[in-house]
């Protein structure tokens, strides 16, 4: 029974059309021009695209808002410029304390 198994395995792989697909399929999985490895990494890459297209849009949408804010009220500019470039009046004193870095 084992040597009639393996015989019949081995006229399998040797069928012709056998290897011709085996060809065929590698040809079409690694050598083509459109490959589906290249396929796969163009998806990913088309993916972290849409992911930083939307993450983008958010960030344009929030400094959208922020602006409208700066430009309708002239408390929130004075406190956008105190807070972002550390600026102050002339009479008065800035003390800005860093926190150090908890180390592990």
């Not at 959208?64 to 009479?91: G, Q, V, W």
Request: no cysteine.
């Amino acid at each position: 029974m084992n040597k009639k198994f393996w015989h019949t395995v081995l006229s399998f792989l040797v069928n012709k059309y056998f290897i011709s697909l085996v060809i065929f399929l590698v040809l079409i999985i690694f050598f083509d021009q459109h490959n589906l490895v290249d396929r796969f990494k163009s998806k990913q890459h088309l993916n972290q695209l849409k992911r930083d297209t939307v993450f983008y849009q958010e960030k344009i949408r929030k400094d959208r808002e922020a602006i409208k804010l700066l430009k309708t009220n002239p408390a929130n500019l004075e406190k956008f410029a105190r807070e972002k470039y550390m600026m102050k009046t002339p009479d008065e004193e800035v003390f800005v304390i860093l926190k150090k870095e908890e180390t592990k």
